[in-house]
């Protein structure tokens, strides 16, 4: 027994001796997995613990039963609800009111003042605006004065001739009269010159000599350098165009600068365009020095007369564009309803488009409907209302 002592002493000396950094240690990898298995389980300790505590909440609210509100209080809010609709239902059908029903109208009783305007004093300027297209000028034909034989053409289809340049030569022979005997003669010839009835380009000029032509027979065209603005003409400006101007400012986008179109002039449809309901057609010259293109879109203003201290109303007031019109004036019946308006006609002098000059039948300070009964209010709509006329 000694000996084991003494054994055991020396073994504990020998670790003592060994000291700290000789102790064994397990293995790094399985102190890991230790380490993970005690976080799993942690997590499933709190899982059991909360659903624990959610069983015994429930079940301390099932021993605490459904309450008082659940047990009386709302039962009886919807016995009260239910006996109130019921009851409302048997009035309504066995007990009607006897008090008078309300009229269908809703506007009924109701009292609107339709709106007026009053005939003010103003100045108009009467400036018309219209698109055109700019134009050649209309070529000038060249026709045969005489009937024959062309016996010779001086210029080609295509090149450019001065007013009254011989264009070509017509042979045109004669039967000789008779003399005192009976006998003929021998026939003559004469030779005609055929000029250039304008300056400019020929156009369809394809006489051949040789060839036979009759008097007022046309041979090609001359087409000139010169250019025009038309435009199509509504008869709302054409009523506002009683005094045509000498001249109206044409504008070109990207063009030139605005320049003053000359000649200007009106053209009224006449046969198969009449009968088509074809417009008006205004048409200016276009000046020399001005370098424009053939269907160039242009804007053409024209000022057709002025007036300063005038009566004038505005144009939704007017039944009535030009010379006479008609105006509504707003009555009030013996009740003090307004009644039927009162038709006033008056003579009309220019517009604007939205004011009118009014030369007889109201006085300043009158007040007449502002719009004519039955038309559509231009202003109704304010996606297309006139800004100027409604005053938006």
């Known amino acids: 027994m000694a000996e084991q002592h003494d054994d055991a002493h020396q073994q504990t000396a020998e670790d003592v001796r060994r000291g700290p950094m000789e102790e064994s240690f397990p293995p790094a990898s399985h102190a890991a997995a230790s380490s993970r298995e005690a976080r799993r389980q942690a997590k499933q300790q709190h899982r059991l613990e909360t659903l624990e505590r959610t069983q015994l909440h429930r079940a301390e609210k099932a021993a605490r039963g459904p309450g008082a509100w659940r047990t009386w209080v709302l039962p009886m809010l919807k016995v009260g609800v239910a006996a109130i609709i019921a009851i409302a239902l048997v009035k309504l059908a066995f007990f009607p009111s006897e008090e008078p029903a309300v009229a269908d109208d809703p506007l009924a009783g109701a009292m609107f003042d339709e709106p007026v305007a009053m005939v003010e004093r103003g100045s108009i300027e009467n400036a018309v605006s219209i698109d055109g297209t700019v134009v050649p000028v209309e070529a000038v034909p060249i026709r045969s004065t005489q009937t024959g034989m062309v016996s010779r053409v001086y210029y080609d289809d295509g090149l450019e001739v001065a007013e009254g340049e011989v264009l070509f030569t017509v042979r045109v022979e004669s039967e000789p009269e008779p003399d005192a005997e009976g006998n003929l003669g021998e026939p003559t010839a004469a030779i005609w010159n055929m000029r250039a009835p304008a300056t400019g380009t020929l156009v369809g000029f394809d006489l051949l000599a040789g060839q036979m032509i009759d008097l007022g027979g046309e041979a090609g065209a001359v087409q000139p350098p010169r250019h025009l603005v038309r435009a199509s ?69 024209l000022a057709a007369g002025s007036a300063s201290d005038v009566l004038v109303l505005p144009t939704t007031a007017v039944l009535g564009s030009a010379d006479a019109g008609i105006v ?10 307004p009644g039927e308006p009162e038709e006033v006609r008056i003579e009309l002098g220019i517009s604007d488009g939205s004011v009118v000059e009014v030369r007889a039948g109201l006085a300043e300070g009158d007040e007449v409907l502002q719009f004519v009964p039955g038309a559509v209010d231009p202003c109704a709509d304010p996606a297309t209302a006139d800004p100027a006329v409604c005053g938006f």
């Open 328 to 337: 509504y004036r707003p009555t009030v019946g013996s009740d003090g309803m």
């Open 233 to 301: 003409v509504g008869a709302a400006d054409q009523y506002r165009l009683t005094s045509l101007p000498e001249s109206a400012t044409v504008t070109i986008d990207s063009g030139p600068a605005p320049f003053e179109c000359a000649d200007v002039a009106i053209r009224q449809p006449t046969g198969e365009e009449a009968t088509a309901g074809a417009s008006a057609t205004l048409t200016c010259a276009v000046p020399a020095d001005v370098r424009v293109f053939v269907g160039l879109s242009t804007k053409l203003e």
